[in-house]
């Protein structure tokens, strides 16, 4: 199994990604533009979805048989950026129920605080799909992906818009057997921990800078 699809591989994602890492593209174009390349994602991630036959009728013809998708998928969006990706999976995906998980990077270790946690207990037999804009060192994912496996579910798919080369090569050697789907994957990391060529903070630009406190 490959370790990380890349989506930006396609011409019409790479054309959105060059607008989404424009430091000039407004929040609300960021945010439509996160939609649309979760969207290609999707699409991509989940076309092996088992279907089941029923009947229905055309404008023209009773009783046709088609096909449809019954499966639930669990959403773990990892906060706060994980946010913006949930919506266009809904939309893709017919059948969803979203279970948030909170992380805080530790800013000295890099490693990543977990300060919520509403994934259920036991995952056995459920397909489950991961969701965590920027996976920089691998952390977050990694730990998310560890839970998730504990919890007994078999059927992972982690699903980023920009990955680092050394956060996919992390990911990989941790978790395998997860499908790993990517709107593109950037050669570097600077000394904070960040990726280069990158495009920023993804929760900033999707929901404005944090509040601060002392």
């Known amino acids: 199994m490959e370790p990380v699809v890349i989506a930006s591989e396609h011409p019409l994602v790479a054309h959105r990604f060059a607008h989404l890492r424009n430091q000039e593209t407004d ?54 950026a994980g946010l913006g990706m949930v919506p266009a999976l809904q939309e893709a995906l017919p059948v969803t129920r979203v279970c948030h998980v909170g992380l805080r990077r530790n800013e000295a270790t890099l490693i990543a605080d977990i300060y919520l946690d509403a994934i259920p207990q036991d995952l056995r037999g459920s397909k489950v799909v991961i969701c965590d804009p920027m996976l920089a060192t691998g952390g977050s994912l990694i730990e998310v992906a560890t839970m998730v496996a504990s919890r007994g579910a078999s059927d992972v798919t982690a699903m980023c818009l920009l990955a680092s080369t050394d956060g996919v090569a992390a990911f990989d050697e941790a978790h395998p057997t997860v499908r790993l789907f990517a709107g593109a994957v950037d050669p570097e990391l600077n000394a904070d921990g960040y990726i280069l060529p990158g495009l920023g903070d993804a929760g900033d630009r999707l929901f404005g800078a944090p509040v601060r406190n002392p």
């Open 27 to 80: 929040q609300i174009t960021f945010g439509r533009l996160v939609h649309e390349i979760t969207t290609a994602l999707a699409y991509q991630a989940f076309r092996d979805l088992p279907m089941v036959a029923t009947t229905i009728n055309t404008p023209v013809a009773r009783n046709v048989t088609v096909e449809v998708v019954e499966e639930e998928i669990v959403i773990i969006p990892i906060l706060r």
